[in-house]
């Protein structure tokens, strides 16, 4: 079953986890020293806010799915659409290790699929001070998600 994700970038992550705990009426599941998230059932979503990006605002939107079969028919459901996709592969991430897939939406905004396989002890791959997680930095409305589309560096 899909959960939709939204992953926001804030300026202070305990006046941020007081202000989404009172929204949702639910404690986080997950709490770091720069990251927390939410997996509500009520609305389905797994919602996370963290302080590495630098600026305020959503850093990225997605679809999180529970297996590997779920995440290989969404990447076809995007080829048949002809929406570009930049896959990680199996990366860690946000605290978790996930294979990833991303796209880009006509705005630029990005959207990831993915499938979670197992809590991480770091943020990233290489616990570097990385400032966001591995959402491709988008150009504008025209943006896609290949080669040619740089990530941020925990992707690498």
């Known amino acids: 079953m899909k959960r939709f994700h939204v992953h ?19 404690e986080p599941v997950k709490v770091k020293s720069d990251y927390a998230k939410w997996m509500l059932d009520d609305p389905r979503i797994n919602f996370a806010v963290s302080t590495r990006a630098g600026k305020k605002g959503i850093e990225h939107l997605g679809i999180q799915v ?4 779920e995440l290989e028919a969404l990447r076809k459901q995007f080829s ?14 946000c605290y978790a290790k996930s294979e990833k897939s991303w796209v ?14 197992e809590d991480a ?36």
């Open 121 to 156: 002890q770091f943020f990233s791959g290489e616990n570097s001070g990385n400032n966001s997680c591995c959402a491709p930095k988008s150009n504008g409305a025209n943006a896609c998600c290949d080669s040619k589309i740089k990530t941020n560096e925990c992707c690498k």
């Open 8 to 26: 926001i970038s804030v300026s202070n992550l305990a006046d941020s986890i007081r202000f989404y705990n009172a929204l949702f009426g639910a």
């Open 66 to 69: 529970d297996d590997a079969l």
């Open 80 to 93: 048949q659409a002809n929406i570009s996709t930049h896959s990680n592969g199996e990366t860690t991430c």
């Open 104 to 117: 880009n939406d006509p705005n630029g905004i990005a959207w990831e699929a993915y499938h979670t396989m």
